[in-house]
């Protein structure tokens, strides 16, 4: 029998940042860390599980990009789809030192919260969770090729939302 | 001036370092372990979903009994005889809920709910399901079968192996023994006592204060009051408890007899 005592005790750490790095307050991170481990646990009674860090960190992911994703769904709101559309290009010259720190990692997660919701899983586990390609491949079942090319795209598309967000530069394109 | 890279870069950055501050607070590592204890014995695992206001009566209802067990396993008061009213509550297998909004509208369409012999019954919204924790059965009110599906309650809710309060108490309501321990009656009267708590934890987003109205001498709840938490604070629900197995509908009986 698995014991859940010593995985809750091993992991709580590493779990409650990969949630509270995206959603930034308790409250929201204390449901999302029960709810991870509660997922956790079915999902092994029918499956078994290799490596649990890994693991645990993509269903924290998961589970906080979700619940993003509803904060930032709400009316009125652009996404960047429609920001493209309408063409909500702002400032190109405005200087990256204006831009103050909550609000670029605020951007960032509104950002994370209109693209496709593997893309985002996929970029927070590979760059604010640190795991390896490898690491990746292992819990998602895509290839490390796929997971490269993923990355690259969603970055883009990340930059993309920077820039066309009132605080984003156009220098590179 | 710096590149979309670099802006990109710091607020990956930024986002990593913002938990450097935050730790897992006690409390919610203590709830996760509850939980993780009581759907690992369980055949299946809760979500906490099944306690929320939008639930059927019957769960509410039932759930509400729980509270009422809770309270009484962790109260000590001698003076007043809370094990005595734990012992008795222990002992029942018949109970009648319902419940009244403060508007005195009743809840859902005049839902009430029967607990008998580890079976629940629940009359809403012109039919009767009879919910034995693990098959939900549904007849109209001349006692036709309607339909049938796997019970929501996950099974050992209902299972006289298991006890339904501890799995509500441990899994679902999560009341800390402090909260209840550092509680005193509010009222003390010949015949009533009535006790006021704060509202679980799971239920503190909808729930701000409960109380509890014990008959003094039966040594049973009479009612429970759950105060909503919204602007209108007085907004609350009165559920009530009968434990007069007389007043049983005859298509309760029906039902019960197949």
């Known amino acids: 029998m698995i014991d859940w005592h010593h995985i809750l005790g091993e992991h709580k750490q590493s779990v409650w940042s990969t949630i509270y790095r995206i959603l930034g307050n308790e409250a929201d991170t204390a449901d999302c860390f029960q709810d991870t481990f509660i997922d956790?646990?079915?999902?092994?009674?029918?499956?078994r599980v290799k490596n649990f860090g890994p693991f645990l960190t993509r269903i924290a992911t998961c589970r906080a990009i979700d619940r993003l994703r509803g904060r930032y769904r709400k009316p009125n709101q652009v996404t960047l789809a429609q920001a493209e559309e309408i063409g909500v290009l702002k400032s190109l010259d405005c200087p990256a030192g204006e831009i103050q720190k909550q609000e670029s990692s605020e951007i960032l997660l509104e950002a994370l919260a209109s693209i496709d919701s593997t893309e985002a899983e996929i970029f927070c586990l590979k760059h604010l969770d640190d795991l390896s390609y490898s690491e990746i491949a292992d819990i998602t079942g895509l290839k490390e090729n796929n997971i490269g090319v993923m990355i690259h795209r969603t970055k883009n598309k990340l930059k993309v939302f920077l820039e066309k967000s009132e605080y984003g530069t156009k220098d590179i394109y | 001036m710096n590149t979309n890279e670099d802006i990109l870069a710091k607020a990956v950055n930024d986002l990593k370092n913002r938990t450097k501050?935050?730790?897992?607070p006690q409390s919610v590592l203590e709830r996760t372990a509850s939980w993780l204890g009581v759907s690992q014995r369980s055949r299946t695992v809760f979500t906490k979903s099944i306690f929320s206001p939008s639930l059927a009566a019957a769960i509410v209802l039932i759930a509400a009994l729980a509270i009422i067990y809770v309270v009484s396993d962790k109260f000590n008061n001698d003076s007043v005889a809370w094990a005595q009213v734990k012992e008795q509550f222990?002992?029942?297998?018949?109970?009648?809920?319902?419940?009244?909004?403060?508007?005195?509208?009743?809840?859902?369409?005049?839902?009430?709910?029967?607990?008998?012999?580890?079976?629940?019954?629940?009359?809403?919204?012109?039919?009767?399901?009879?919910?034995?924790?693990?098959?939900?059965?549904?007849?109209?009110?001349?006692?036709?079968?309607?339909?049938?599906?796997?019970?929501?309650?996950?099974?050992?809710?209902l299972n006289k192996d298991a006890s339904l309060f501890d799995v509500l108490t441990q899994g679902i309501l999560e009341y800390r023994s402090q909260e209840i321990s550092a509680a005193n009656p509010s009222y003390i009267g010949e015949d009533l006592l009535i006790y006021k708590f704060n509202a679980p934890e799971s239920m503190k987003d909808w729930v701000s204060t409960i109380t509890i109205t014990v008959g003094r001498n039966s040594k049973l709840p009479v009612y429970m009051k759950m105060y909503r938490d919204t602007p209108q604070s007085e907004e609350f629900e009165i559920y009530i408890f009968d434990y007069e197995l007389y007043d049983l509908p005859e298509i309760i009986k029906t039902i019960l007899a197949k």
């Open chain 1, 40 to 47: 956790a646990l079915e999902f092994s009674k029918k499956q």
């Open chain 2, 90 to 157: 222990q002992k029942i297998n018949f109970v009648h809920s319902y419940s009244v909004h403060s508007n005195l509208s009743t809840r859902g369409d005049g839902a009430e709910a029967w607990y008998i012999d580890g079976v629940i019954y629940l009359k809403e919204n012109g039919k009767i399901t009879k919910d034995n924790g693990i098959t939900e059965m549904t007849y109209d009110f001349s006692g036709k079968f309607l339909s049938q599906k796997p019970s929501e309650m996950n099974g050992i809710m």
């Open chain 2, 21 to 24: 501050e935050s730790t897992v």
